[in-house]
């Protein structure tokens, strides 16, 4: 199937809470009654808000809020049902509400415009933990299928929470943790991952899969092109602003510190509005073969890392000025527009 989906992520504190629960936990609930198609909580390393409060997991005080990014996918209308609810939940939070191309059950090959096919692809495969092929844990494989259709990067993402075909998966100690979603993320060309898409979703059970177009702006050190500005609302009347990513790993070094630490750091002291650091457990980029923790959760010394940051288009030439500094070396950078839910408050 394939058709018009919303992905909307949530950004708050890991800490906060709302009618008496976490706003984390009342989320996933909430995408659990309405059986959206998938949902995952991804905890971050470290990161900071629009209160610009630092959290991070290098400090014992600090860890005990670590930044959250609750992101959830489906087609448009059963997210349109959820998203007056979700932001009376994440009041305090930011929410982005980006348009996507949404593929679940039998997934075909896509023939993208000539425009499009051209530019880049930001692939988002959802699964769950349990999910293998031939006793190989599925993102693992997936890794090295995009690798060898030369896509030119995915790093795998573990969640502590999150609902997969509508049911509530939560990680646990001392457990497999085998239902737990995951989700790989991957840039590559259009022609490249249309292409790919059957034997991604051959692999899968329940196949879960978002495209969105994105401008790679940096590729290991080379400059492709600069953030293009976006207009201020789009079609809808919704604030646009734009969200860079940045695609490293913990062994990744600028002056001697990975970059997505050294990242978060100049980022917050700029007055950038949020960034937070997703570490993942499985990944590769360009050539190189796929590798990542032993353990799911693990923020090891060969892991990837995802570092996202979202401002307005008046700050993100600010924020991307300390991205292409940090990133003289190594790294991929993208930078997509994302309408967003700004609490009214300005907290």
Not at 81 to 87: P, S, Y
Not at 172 to 185: A, I, L, Q, T
Not at 195 to 210: A, F, K, V
Not at 300 to 308: D, E, G, L, R, S
């Amino acid at each position: 199937m394939d058709e018009d989906g919303i992905k909307l992520t949530s950004y708050f504190g890991e800490r906060r809470r709302i009618d008496g629960q976490f706003v984390a936990n009342a989320m996933v609930d909430l995408y659990a009654q309405r059986k959206v198609a998938s949902s995952i909580v991804l905890r971050g390393a470290e990161g900071f808000g629009l209160r610009h409060h630092m959290r991070t997991n290098r400090s014992l005080s600090l860890s005990e809020d670590l930044p959250l990014a609750v992101i959830a996918v489906d087609a448009s209308s059963r997210i349109d049902d959820a998203l007056e609810e979700v932001r009376r939940i994440n009041h305090r939070g930011l929410t982005t509400v980006e348009q996507t191309r949404f593929l679940s059950d039998d997934i075909d090959a896509v023939q993208f415009s000539e425009t499009a096919a051209d530019q880049a692809i930001n692939l988002t495969i959802h699964f769950c933990r349990q999910d293998t092929v031939f006793g190989v844990p599925a993102f693992e494989v997936m890794c090295e299928l995009l690798r060898r259709r030369s896509v030119g990067g995915a790093t795998a993402l573990a969640g502590v929470d999150g609902t997969h075909q509508g049911r509530r998966q939560h990680a646990h100690f001392f457990s497999r943790n085998g239902d737990v979603p995951m989700m790989v993320v991957a840039v590559g060309a259009g022609e490249s991952i249309g292409s790919l898409l059957p034997d991604l979703g051959d692999l899968l059970r329940d196949p879960c899969i978002t495209l969105d177009q994105v401008q790679i702006c940096k590729r290991d050190g080379e400059l492709i092109g600069e953030p293009e500005t976006p207009p201020a609302y789009d079609e809808d009347g919704m604030a646009l602003w734009q969200k860079l990513t940045v695609y490293a790993s913990e062994a990744s070094r600028h002056d001697g510190q990975p970059i997505h630490r050294s990242l978060v750091r100049r980022l917050l002291s700029a007055g950038i509005s949020g960034a937070t650091t997703h570490p993942g457990v499985w990944g590769f980029r360009g050539e190189h073969v796929p590798h990542g923790g032993q353990h799911l959760l693990q923020f090891a010394h060969h892991v990837p890392a995802m570092t996202v940051a979202i401002d307005t288009p008046q700050r993100i030439p600010t924020a991307f000025g300390i991205v292409d500094e940090l990133t003289a070396e190594h790294g991929l950078v993208t930078c997509e527009s994302v309408p967003v839910i700004v609490p009214a408050s300005g907290d």
